[in-house]
């Protein structure tokens, strides 16, 4: 059984392919691409553009611990539908993912009830407590992707260091999330004027830069990459701009709500406005696409973050942070950054499938003749409105329900099967 | 019963000030009058039928003895029935969420929902879901709505005194508000009340406790207390909490006394006419001396009194002005 998908426009970014282009996919693998080939079905992705499934290094799936929010199963299926194929995820679960024992779970997990491919990233630190570090190897050798105490920061700077030495002797990268927490004293939004009119506690930028510069230079001094999440403010992104012109192997992300939403947003206390980092500025937001379009920034990820309508529907100050992405990033990257000219179609999709995989080297985020055949087809064009009711992620705990997004996926294919089909069978 | 309004009251809610216009805060201002002279008749009967048969809840999630008490004494002189749900008292100790809490007092009909929470945005989270009148009445650092309608009545009613016009306003008038300014609700709703009222504010308080851009709410802000009052009409004075001496906001109430306190000795530099106001609770010859907080300068109870007939206004226009809850 073959399956065609045809009449697309293939965008490939680590071969630089732009161009109208079919692809035969045969036993989960990419056979050929080209012109006019046939296949046993077809799927006609006509005015779709055909690329690499897209590959998120953040989201959070809550698996095991936090069921009630999402799980294994629903968050891949959150996933396809949003046009990924390849997730990260994170570790903060409970109990939280610091051992080989709990990485195995999560792939047996996956393997059991997940459509596309969950990548577990291990804790840095024994149950994140941010003191002893874990057994890295070990975690390398079952598979783990990357470690990370995503959801706070290492706080001390003798364990972050020794933690950067041990996982890049390990081979695995940390991914930091930046926050100097004893900066906020509960804190629920960034720091300025909106926080000083809503009278919400602030959580100042320096927060996050002061430990992005923190964990660059322990890095250097570690002689370790690191890869920076969720970067928020125009002072990180210099921070970074710096390191990576002095050739520091420092790699970052940012997230969709960080280009499309400012702190503005917070006003009538929707907790769905509430996220860590924060959302920002104007000048942050100019700041965070300025850095997409230069390459500063190195890819796009979701933080997808899952919460109960129950948790979320709450005062602002003590609701969860976080909300879900993984069903609307593609679209917002189209209606955000690609719609308004500050990105190619071409850019947009790299930041979202080979550069991701690059930075944690995964096989994944590219289309290639004889490799693993996950692929997205997607109508840059189409207009859809978000409606949280329709979700597959289990949580609805987002601030763009009512958005009219352009871009929509149409199909998602893991290892050659249709994870995702809105185009139907055969055309 | 309203006098002469330029315009209907046509919220269902009274949630702060800052989405209010001053045709709308001047109508809270001048229905007000009519409610002091309930509360002063001399017949003693110090009531009217306004709000008979409805429900006030006075739903507290924070201590508070004065506004508590004032909006209790406010619904009694409409002729409403009052309930009272405190913090120990209610179900947040079983962790029941606002939302449902409010369900259920709305599912034994209630007209006015007046709360006080520590979490800001409360009053406004619970108005657009629910049917009630919702009366904020001090959410966390947010707003404190009623206070500052009614400091700004009393400095109406004082600078009119002073000038022999009933008819002036505080355009132009300038107030000094001196203290906390970051923890406080009550510098915010007023900074919204006097500056759409035409009124020149000044901010002034540690460096540490002054939020961040407040300036961008088109008021001036200094650490000098001298230049803060140095033309003030009105000084008012904020209550500084100890506990943030804790939280290294500032090294002790020793050296806030010596900077920031309003005493015989600070207050030499503000002109003589100059009024001082205070939102109470006072803590004496800290922010304030004793002896100016019960001086002739003060209008501290005046207030007080005029807290409870702000309040009756706000139930009754929001009751009243025939917007469906």
Same mark, same amino acid.
């Given at each position: 059984m073959s399956l065609v998908i045809k009449n697309g426009h293939l965008i490939e970014p680590r071969a630089g392919l732009s161009e109208p282009m079919d692809v035969l996919v045969e036993r989960g693998r990419v056979r050929s691409l080209g012109k006019h080939l046939d296949g046993d079905e077809v799927l006609d992705a006509r005015g779709c553009i055909v690329c690499p499934g897209l590959v998120d290094l953040h989201v959070h799936f809550r698996e095991p611990g936090y069921e009630t929010k999402e799980t294994i199963e629903t968050g891949s299926r959150a996933a396809a539908w949003g046009g990924f194929t390849s997730v990260v995820t994170m570790p903060n679960t409970a109990p939280a993912i610091d051992n080989a024992g709990m990485v195995e779970f999560t792939y047996r997990r996956a393997r059991e009830v997940a459509c596309i491919k969950v990548l577990p990233a291990a804790c840095a630190t024994k149950g994140r407590e941010g003191r002893e570090m874990t057994e890295m190897a070990e975690l390398k050798a079952v598979g783990a992707v990357a470690v990370t105490d995503d959801g706070s920061d290492i706080a001390s700077s003798w364990v972050m260091r020794r933690v950067l030495e041990y996982g890049a002797m390990c081979g695995l990268k940390y991914l930091a999330h930046c926050e100097d927490a004893s900066l906020s004293e509960d804190g629920v939004m960034n720091e300025g004027y909106h926080s000083t009119r809503l009278g919400l506690p602030g959580r100042p930028k320096a927060m996050e830069e002061i430990m992005i510069d923190r964990n660059i230079r322990l890095a250097e001094l570690a002689r370790a990459p690191i890869h920076i999440q969720h970067v928020t403010t125009a002072g990180g992104i210099e921070i970074i701009r710096r390191a990576k012109d002095r050739g520091l192997p420092v790699t970052c992300e940012t997230a969709p709500h960080y280009w499309m939403l400012?702190?503005?947003?917070v006003s009538g206390f929707g907790t769905n406005a509430k996220m860590n980092p924060p959302l920002r500025e104007a000048v942050d937001v100019e700041a965070i696409r300025a850095a997409l379009a230069d390459g500063t920034i190195d890819c796009i990820a979701t933080d997808h973050a899952p919460h109960t309508i129950t948790e979320k529907d709450v005062e602002f100050q003590i609701a969860p942070f976080g909300i879900v992405g993984l069903e609307t990033a593609l679209a917002l990257t189209i209606t955000g950054l690609v719609e308004p000219g500050i990105l190619s179609i071409e850019r947009a999709v790299e930041l979202l499938t080979s550069a991701p995989a690059g930075i944690l080297d995964l096989k994944a985020g590219e289309i290639r003749d004889g490799g693993k055949a996950d692929i997205t087809v997607f109508d840059p064009a189409a207009e859809w409105i978000v409606d949280p009711a329709k979700f597959q992620s289990m949580s609805r705990n987002t601030p763009f329900a009512g958005y009219t997004l352009r871009g929509r996926v149409r199909a998602t294919l893991c290892d050659g099967v249709l994870v995702h089909n809105e185009i139907g069978g055969d055309a | 019963m309203a006098d002469t309004a330029p315009i209907a009251w046509t919220r269902k809610d009274l949630i702060g000030i800052e989405p209010l216009s001053r045709p709308e805060i001047e109508l809270i201002l001048d229905t007000a009058p009519q409610f002091v002279a309930v509360s002063a008749r001399v017949s003693g009967?110090?009531?009217?039928? $306004? $709000?008979?048969g409805r429900l006030v809840v006075n739903w507290f999630y924070e201590p508070s003895t004065r506004t508590r008490t004032s909006f209790e004494l406010a619904a009694k002189r409409l002729s409403a029935d009052t309930l009272s749900i405190s913090a120990s008292t209610s179900s947040l100790v079983k962790g029941e969420s606002l939302h449902d809490t409010l369900a259920n007092i709305e599912a034994m009909r209630s007209d006015v929902i007046v709360i006080r929470h520590k979490y800001a945005g409360s009053a406004q989270i619970l108005a657009t879901r629910h049917e009630s009148h919702i009366i904020n009445a001090g959410d966390g650092r947010h707003e404190h709505p009623t206070q500052a309608l009614l400091d700004a009545l009393t400095m109406r009613d004082k600078i009119r005194e002073r000038r022999g016009d009933a008819t002036a306003s505080l355009d132009g008038v300038r107030v000094a508000i001196i203290g906390d300014i970051s923890h406080s609700r009550v510098a915010r709703s007023n900074v919204w009340c006097l500056t759409k009222l035409g009124a020149r504010v000044t901010l002034c308080g540690p460096s540490t406790l002054m939020p961040p851009e407040i300036g961008r709410m088109g008021v001036d802000v200094t650490t000098d207390l001298g230049e803060a009052i140095a033309d003030a009409d009105v000084i008012y004075a904020l209550r500084i909490q100890l506990e943030r001496q804790q939280r290294c906001l500032f090294p002790s109430l020793r050296e806030y006394i010596r900077m920031f306190r309003i005493d015989r000795e600070s207050i030499k530099v503000a002109p003589e006419h100059a009024f001082i106001m205070h939102p109470g609770p006072i803590n004496r010859d800290i922010e304030l001396s004793a002896e100016l907080a019960d001086g002739k300068r003060s209008v501290i109870l005046e207030q007080v009194t005029n807290g409870v007939a702000v309040r009756m206004a706000i139930m009754h226009l929001l009751v009243n002005s025939g917007v469906e809850n």
């Open positions: 400012t702190d503005d947003a | 009967i110090r009531k009217v039928p $306004l $709000l008979q």
